[in-house]
């Protein structure tokens, strides 16, 4: 009897599990920024969530990337998530270019899509201002892949970090307009933007949003490098003139320093703040930077550990991309019943 009632509770916990999704590009090593805002998050929903992570490289040929390297990031980014603490027994982890179903919902929803509301989107103005001889319809359409993406899978909310909050948004109308049209298709998802950490900033220029993609290596930490080098990338960071650790309006680089001292050590802003009164901002730059070095650690020992087994990432995504396809499948067929397109025979 107990063991009946149990099942039942099991069955119905199962039934009420909320769908996760997110994916990050590989376009090179991830940031502390990257971390922070997104992948250290992402094994933290595994128990409460069904999970589907996916290393989103369709999304990075929106910018020109070398064969070799893409490669060879996007075999990293695997290691580095799995380091990171995803479980593959738990949560789905595959690599995007696997499941066709992607590119193909995305043709159908680039067909719902405006160009008004592309051309809207901030990412696409900046990356088009970054690289102003290759402005391609990819880069442009990169909000459509990113909602079918997500509306594959059903998912009911998307842990990114805050500078995806316009696509998300936009995710939202494209998945509402559909369904306007042709009853319900895709559920319709929220953002889950982390409250500590959702914007983690260039270290040498605090306005900006720390990115891989940053020339001037000094303007972030990678999950990769050395202690030294964390260390030293911290105590180039710029700051100001005040010389006081304290979070206020105005000191943009002491601001971004203290949010990413309180999320590695767990300590609250005022504490932080405490710990460093009457110190100059030397000791505090090496302070973070020791801090973040000591955090990373065990990612990058077990992601060293883990890039040498590359049949068992080879299995990891192998598996993921199986069940994926399975998921994202009916939703696909769906849509394009809808939608009125013949669908080929059952094999
Ligand atoms: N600075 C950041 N602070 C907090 N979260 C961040 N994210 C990115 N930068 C920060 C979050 O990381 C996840 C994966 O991002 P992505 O690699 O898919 O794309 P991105 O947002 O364009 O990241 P980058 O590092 O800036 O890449 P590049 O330089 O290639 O464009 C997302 O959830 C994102 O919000």
């Not at 680039?110 to 592309?118: I, V």
């Not at 900033?201 to 930490?221: G, H, R, T, V, W």
Request: hydrophobic share 40%; charged share 25%.
């Amino acid at each position: 009897m107990e063991i009946q009632e149990k099942s039942q509770e099991d069955t119905q916990a199962a039934i009420v599990k909320k769908n996760v999704f997110s994916g990050i590009q590989p376009t090179g090593i991830p940031t502390l920024g990257n971390y922070l805002g997104a992948m250290r998050n992402w094994p933290l929903l595994q128990e409460e969530y069904h999970c589907i992570y996916s290393v989103v490289d369709l999304h990075s040929l929106t910018v020109r990337q070398e064969p070799a390297a893409l490669r060879k990031q996007t075999l990293s980014l695997v290691a580095l998530l799995l380091a990171c603490g995803i479980d593959p027994e738990k949560s789905l982890l595959f690599i995007q270019s696997h499941v066709s179903a992607h590119a193909e919902l995305a043709w159908l929803l680039n067909c719902y899509t405006q160009f008004g509301e592309l051309a809207r989107m901030t990412q696409f103005k900046d990356k088009s201002a970054k690289h102003p001889d290759n402005i391609n319809a990819g880069l442009f359409c990169y909000p459509v892949l990113m909602a079918a993406d997500i509306l594959l899978y059903q998912t009911d909310l998307v842990p990114v970090g805050a500078d995806q909050k316009q696509h998300m948004e936009l995710a939202r109308d494209v998945a509402g307009r559909f369904n306007g049209i042709y009853g319900e298709v895709f559920r319709i998802p929220e953002p889950y933007i982390p409250k500590e950490g959702a914007r983690v900033m260039s270290l040498q220029e605090p306005a900006k949003k720390m990115s891989k993609s940053d020339e001037n290596p000094n303007a972030y930490i990678l999950l990769l490098d050395d202690a030294d080098t964390i260390l030293r990338k911290f105590r180039r960071a710029v700051t100001d003139s005040e010389a006081e650790v304290v979070y206020r309006e105005g000191k943009d680089g002491i601001n971004n320093l203290i949010t990413i001292y309180s999320i590695v050590t767990g300590k609250t802003v005022p504490e932080v703040e405490h710990e460093f009164a009457g110190k100059g901002y030397g000791d505090f730059k090496s302070a973070v930077g020791e801090a973040v070095a000591e955090a990373l650690r065990p990612v990058r020992e077990t992601y060293a550990d883990l890039l040498k087994n590359k049949d068992y990432l080879a299995e990891v995504y192998t598996k993921g991309a199986e069940k994926a396809r399975a998921i994202a499948g009916r939703t696909y067929g769906k849509a394009c019943k809808k939608l009125g397109l013949v669908l080929p025979p059952r094999p």
